[in-house]
């Protein structure tokens, strides 16, 4: 947001500028105008340079209006552009609270509700404020119980409804140095379920933060998978795979070996007949 602020001042910023060049450009073609009615004769070369007429002061007091005027809008501009690249080195985000959307929790246990937030400002605990609400569906209404103090802190309320539904089950386990309002509720019980809401206001910082948590509470977790059963067959198909790729590798193997041995019988029946052939033709001559 703070991005775009700035990139919206920039544009500001440089539209003023261009709107008043083209101002002072257009004032400074145009000629100065005259008043009604002071037309009037020209008077002597004598009296023009000892008393200048109401045509020469008309433009000197137009002369000085328009370089007033150009001083304010590019006095203006300036720091408009100013601000605009203030914002956009600065790269501070707007406040932001930081909840997870579901959270599930065993009946009988101690569940933590985290929430945290980021904000362009250091915490004044003079003017900083939050609380946190329940409500069992998001249609009803919403029951504070807990909230700042300036003097005592984040303690949990003890006087309305909400108090009494968590009592003394409910206590604040953040840090207020890292901007953790987290809580915690122990023995947790089916009537629990509902959202909790986390408010934070931090001022300067114009944003109300707020998160919301639907907390679920389960009797019991879900049973593990007996992986045995999973593990046992993996083991079977791998060693499936293993053998056949084995004898398919030994069955190629032995495939060479007897096509070499054939070749090399070939090869021996061929020089068998070489040497069968130069023996009758050395017997004919």
């Known amino acids: 947001m703070w991005r775009s602020s700035g990139v ?8 003023l500028s261009l709107s ?3 101002c002072s450009r257009q004032s ?4 100065p105008s005259a008043p009604f009615g002071s037309l009037r004769r020209p008077a002597p070369p004598s009296l023009l340079v ?3 007429d109401n045509h020469e002061i008309n433009r000197r007091q ?10 304010m809008w590019r006095s203006s501009g300036v720091q408009l552009l100013s601000a605009a ?16 959307n579901h959270v599930n929790a065993l009946n009988g246990t101690t569940i933590k509700i985290p929430c945290t937030f980021t904000s362009c400002y250091k915490m004044d605990v003079t003017k ?8 069992e569906t998001l249609n009803d209404t919403q029951e504070m119980f807990m909230a700042f103090y300036k003097k005592k802190g984040i303690l949990p309320l003890r006087s309305n409804s ?14 207020m140095d890292k901007n953790d309002m987290s809580i915690t509720l122990s023995d947790v019980q089916m009537g629990d379920v509902g959202y909790y809401n986390c408010y934070v206001i931090n001022p300067p910082d114009r944003i109300h933060g707020h998160g919301v948590i639907q907390l679920d509470v389960v009797t019991e977790l879900p049973a593990p998978r007996d992986s045995t059963i999973a593990v046992a067959i993996g083991a079977s198909v791998g060693g499936a795979l293993a053998l056949l790729i084995l004898s398919m590798v030994v069955l190629k193997c032995l495939r060479r070996h007897q096509k070499q041995e054939l070749i090399s019988e070939e090869k021996m029946e061929e020089e068998g007949k070489l040497e069968a052939e130069g023996v009758a033709e050395e017997g004919t001559k």
Request: overall charge positive; glycine content about 10%.
């Open 8 to 15: 919206q001042l920039l544009s500001a910023a440089l539209l």
């Open 20 to 22: 008043a060049r083209r």
């Open 28 to 31: 400074r073609g145009r000629p």
């Open 50 to 52: 000892q008393r200048p």
């Open 62 to 71: 137009d002369s000085a209006s328009r370089r007033g005027g150009e001083k």
């Open 85 to 100: 690249l203030l914002l956009s080195l600065s790269g501070c985000a707007s406040m932001d609270v930081l909840v997870p």
């Open 128 to 135: 900083f404020s939050m609380n946190w609400t329940y409500q």
């Open 162 to 175: 909400a108090s009494n539904r968590f009592g003394e089950r409910v206590m604040f386990a953040g840090n």
